[in-house]
């Protein structure tokens, strides 16, 4: 359980991105029946989501949020030294998206520029990243952008996971500032439970197949995918997330000497409503202090987090914050962090 500290480091600006294409989940009845479709969605809380069409890609996305936060930043690209992709859905096997994003900005060649592919608590992760180069005396901006195409992954046919997942993207502006306090990260991680969420072929172990591509019955519901499509035990994760979560959130407290009810907002992985509740309910939080955006955007896997403060925070950052972030899922991998920003700038959301 590594801990990282930082002090005079910040998140200082924000902006996100998402497709158009809206998907309204209790319509959404082409595979499934009105009551079956109404009983998942009261379940997840997932009322829509935003659906990209097939050329529209997560740097696509990514593109679009960067832009924004330049402009409305006026930020010089010059000024970019870092550049860090997240995504679990890149546009190809190789090379890798951030290159193509630096040149796509049109950053300089000296920037240095990597993927990391994590998903629901990938967001954490490359905080803690970026934190660690922008802390660098020759660092002056990290810029960390984080798409996902999650509807891409998850067959329609599913009703596991065909109605949970949505696509976005963010991006923001990692730098320091001298009068910020401390930030603090606690980064985890059990490959024993790694086929809890899982693709099990299309990678080079079990490459691409005729048979890996044919849709398949996969249990006694009668749900439907192919072997290239993720699949999920909710049941298993929701039991690591009830184990791991709460006792690595009072670990952090107690490292930062912080109590919850002294933090400005708490923003979970948005996994689905149920989950996130109960995590609320038992930790005791302020439900006015836990933004959700569950119900919007379904679950978007590592851009959950930034989207929901892009979002729901937007005019609610002014001064001095404590930010409480939590991401967990996918690897299985969790990570937890108290932020400290200052009147941190947020954009509105671009559609594309």
Not at 240 to 251: G, Q, T, Y
Request: proline share 3%; charged share 25%; glycine share 6%.
């Amino acid at each position: 359980m590594p801990e990282l500290v930082f002090e005079g480091i910040t998140i200082s600006a924000m902006a996100g991105a998402v497709p158009k294409n809206k998907i309204v989940n209790r319509k959404f009845t082409k595979y499934f029946d009105e009551q079956s479709v109404s009983d998942i969605v009261d379940k997840t809380g997932v009322e829509e989501r935003r659906i990209s069409n097939v050329s529209l890609t997560s740097s696509d996305l990514c593109f679009a949020a960067a832009e924004k936060l330049f402009s409305d930043n006026n930020i010089k690209k010059s000024e970019i030294d870092v550049l860090i992709f997240i995504s679990q859905t890149p546009d190809y096997r190789m090379p890798a998206t951030s290159i193509i994003l630096q040149g796509r900005l049109g950053l300089s060649k000296s920037t240095a520029a990597f993927d990391v592919s994590l998903g629901c608590s990938g967001f954490v992760y490359a905080l803690s990243i970026a934190f660690s180069y922008a802390q660098q005396p020759g660092i002056r901006k990290v810029l960390i952008l984080d798409g996902e195409t999650r509807s891409k992954v998850y067959h329609p046919k599913d009703r596991k996971t065909g109605f949970i997942f949505g696509d976005a993207a963010i991006a923001a502006i990692i730098e320091k500032d001298l009068n910020i306090g401390k930030s603090i990260f606690s980064l985890n991680s059990d490959g024993t439970l790694s086929d809890l969420i899982k693709i099990d072929a299309g990678g080079y172990r079990n490459p691409s197949s005729i048979d890996s591509l044919k849709e398949k019955v996969v249990d006694e519901y009668g749900n439907i995918r192919t072997d290239e499509h993720g699949h999920m035990n909710g049941g298993d994760v929701f039991n690591f997330v009830l184990r791991e979560v709460p006792k690595n959130i009072k670990h952090i407290l107690n490292l930062y000497e912080t109590t919850l009810e002294s933090l400005d907002y708490y923003v979970f992985h948005q996994a689905n409503k149920f989950m996130n509740d109960y995590l609320a309910k038992k930790l005791k939080l302020d439900k006015n202090k836990v933004p959700s955006t569950i119900s919007k955007y379904g679950n978007t896997s590592s851009v959950s987090i930034p989207i929901t403060i892009v979002d729901q925070l937007k005019d609610k950052l002014k001064g001095e914050k404590n930010l409480f972030l939590c991401g967990f899922g996918v690897g299985m991998s969790w990570a937890t962090a108290i932020v400290k920003t200052n009147n941190l700038r947020i954009s509105e959301i671009v559609e594309i």
